[in-house]
């Protein structure tokens, strides 16, 4: 995300002037233009999400639980879809599940790293929030699901809120794919990335990471009706459908050709 110096040094800018640099967010954008680049040279474009797998189907959510295995009927489920690694703060949420009401469950779901530089790192923070979910005897209310999903869809639907603490996020496609599901989304305060998406109290909230202050918009965001979150899906669905992504980079790829030719 960030350009290194030696391109400054010896080939001044990295990217030409007729070059287009697509940036998943804001944020990303005005890391860009901090660079030196020129709006004309950034296409602000989030990731896409496939409308045919992420979409709104809040009635299907007792199926999915029952064909997934996941907690009662009756149960509110949180879930933490990212890999295992600090940044991504599902350390913080096993804290502050002690701070909600006993039907509350969460699912921390996502990659555990088995290899890398970082290997060592990220295989002491998988075991710490083991050892918190048994500190805070939380075994019964924490369903572990440490690997990649085929079908991340599937458990956005059995859920009922979306949950997105990290620290540091270029966008967080999870997130909107979530929305897109009609499921409620809870974020950090990152500038420039959720805050240009979640609109407090109609599809989630954004919130600093401070345990009760999480607890509490949690169960407001349980409360946010099914209607809100239909349009909420079709609005995500309307501006970054995988159909409507493809046409417009079709556009774009046919753009940068002609000027190439001429």
Known sequence: QYEPSLFSIFLKKGFPK?????????HLVNLCKANGYSQHQIWNRPNPVDENRFYFEVSAKIKYRRKLQLFD?????ILHLAKFIPRKKQLFMVELLPYLPDYYKLILAGPK??????FERDQTYYQTILDAVRDH????RVR????????PEDYIKASDIFVLPSIMEGLGT???EALACGVPVVTNDIPGVFDKWIKPGKNGFICSLNHSEWAEIIQQAAGIDKHSMKLASEEVLSRISLERTVIQTFRRLEVLTKRAKS
């Open 73 to 77: 009927s009756s149960d509110i489920i």
């Open 174 to 176: 999870t997130f909107l």
């Open 113 to 118: 790293i088995d290899s890398g530089p970082l």
């Open 137 to 140: 005897n939380l075994e019964k």
């Open 18 to 26: 007729q070059a287009l640099i697509v940036c998943i967010s804001e």
């Open 144 to 151: 572990f699901i440490p690997r990649f999903l085929e079908r």
